[in-house]
């Protein structure tokens, strides 16, 4: 089994609903790094929690269901991810839990080949979280695949915001304001690659933001609510 070896008899020591929440509840975090899963994935992601070898000793039926709940709840408010974090948090009592936790959700990500680099970008923000290292669950040796988020759809979401919009047309209009430098004031909850969406529809684009503000930041996954970030064009 190579990458999880080990991880169904952890999870079998592991059985109880706290743990099944914290789970499913990570794992639609994951699940949704690059916005709603399309019909096809969802199907994809229910087939792989139900079909799972590592999830046998749970209920596949209960299992699906607090994933829906969790993933409805994110889609509805993307503010959330950080209060279902903070609830995993609580409800998994050590570090070894933890990571078993985190290691489900990239299985359950294998459905879809892979993790996005928003997906992978997640799972590192829930390892900062929970104070882990993402070496500890071998997040290098899963497969990156492609953003799977519409990008028309980002722009439209992220002009609605009260963040200053980019200008995403490529040409010129002579207006001195187009070199004016753009800033985003981090808000609770926030990721460099989920800020990288909103500027850019891309949010593999978060070291573009890191390597502009690195005489602020240290580390790509440590942001802090009101500092004021570079948005480089």
């Not at 059985?15 to 899963?37: E, L, Y």
Request: a negative charge; proline letters at 3%.
């Amino acid at each position: 089994m190579g990458l999880w070896d080990d991880l169904t008899n952890k999870i079998t020591q592991f059985r109880n609903d706290d743990f099944a929440d914290a789970m499913m509840g990570i794992s639609a975090i994951v699940a949704t790094a690059d916005g709603a899963p399309s019909d096809s994935a969802k199907e994809k992601l229910h087939a792989e929690i139900a079909n799972s070898e590592i999830l046998k000793a749970f209920n596949s039926a209960e299992l699906t269901d607090k994933f829906n709940l969790y993933c409805g709840r994110i889609i509805a408010d993307s503010n959330t991810r950080m209060t279902i974090l903070n609830e995993a948090s609580e409800k998994l009592k050590d570090d070894e839990q933890k990571k078993a936790a985190v290691q489900v959700a990239m299985s359950i990500a294998q459905a879809n080949q892979g993790l996005s680099n928003a997906g992978k970008q997640a799972v590192r923000d829930i390892c900062v979280k929970f104070g882990i290292s993402p070496n500890d669950i071998k997040l290098d040796e899963i497969a990156t695949i492609e953003d799977t988020t519409p990008v028309e759809e980002e722009k439209k979401d992220y002009d609605a915001e009260n963040v200053e919009p980019v200008d995403f047309s490529g040409g010129g209009s002579g207006d001195s304001s187009a070199t004016e430098e753009t800033y985003y004031t981090v808000q609770s909850g926030d990721t460099l690659s989920q800020i990288a969406q909103k500027f850019y529809g891309d949010a593999s684009q978060y070291m573009k933001i890191f390597n502009a503000n690195r005489d602020k930041l240290d580390n790509p996954d440590l942001i802090y609510p009101d500092q004021e970030l570079l948005i480089p064009k």
